[in-house]
């Protein structure tokens, strides 16, 4: 009686498959079906047609704005650069004059950006990676400071800060109040990032020598930069769209961003739809070059940090 070996590969084995079907393989399977494609495209759509009759209507001429909507632009397309030279480098008081706005909201979300997003890494390298008493507890402080609204801190704030409001040409304030508001979830985020990454690394480091900061600048950094850029997205468009910090710490058209001089058109200017619209583009402006120009290293955060196998 002649004995049969099966020579069927490991692969071929139903349980070896299964094994396979990751969650990660999963979501791409469903995600890459015709129905999830067909729906993505409409949500692309209504999500654009906004921002597009936005952009539409801050070229055309103050009449046919006030008059007409902007879909009537296709049957009788005329076009003027009015709205921006206006509303930019206009010097009159009714015109926007953004263009002083638009460097101090460079000013107050550039530094803001990194300094919460810098403080954020190093914090939860500490918390997810060191040993020391009382991590824990110190992480859970962390993660309740989420809970408290932005409004209940901002008058005891603004008291602790009142006699430095003049440093950093009157942006120290708005940048030290952004970044202990932007630092709970910057550290959250991180640090369940960082506690995936493989102990062998950082056993690996120790054994050569490596202390704990060339750890985080040459094993932990690169590394983490797909969740570095994510955050920095979420901060700088936090930042740059933000009005209630800028309306609380700032003084005077020296420091104030540009949201504020939005807020003061629309309030005061109301009937002057052109110089809004264009003003509003004007303010997407720098957000969709950061967002387009970090849109790859977002999408791997994002997968990376919801998603494993």
Sequence with gaps: MSSTVSTDAPEASPLYKAGTDTMAGRVRRKLATRAASIISIIIALIWTIPTFGLFVSSLRPENDIKTTGWWTFFKHPTMTLDNYNE??????ASSGRLASYFINSLVITVPAVLFSVSLAAMAAYALSQLNFRGRDWIFIGVFALQIVPLQMALIPLLKLLHNYTEWGGGFFAVWFAHTCFGLPLGIFLLHNFMVELPKDLFEAARVDGAG?????WRIVLPLITPALASLTIFQ????????????????????????VRLAELAGTRGNDWQRLTSGAFVSMIIPL???????????RGLLAGGVKG
């Design 236 to 259: 700088f468009l936090w930042i740059w769209n933000d009005l209630l910090v800028a309306l609380v710490f700032t003084s005077g058209p020296g420091s104030r961003p540009l949201t």
């Design 289 to 299: 070059v950061v967002f387009l120009s970090l849109q790859r290293y977002f999408v």
């Design 87 to 92: 509303v930019v480098f206009g010097t009159s």
């Design 212 to 216: 704990p900061a060339m750890t985080f």
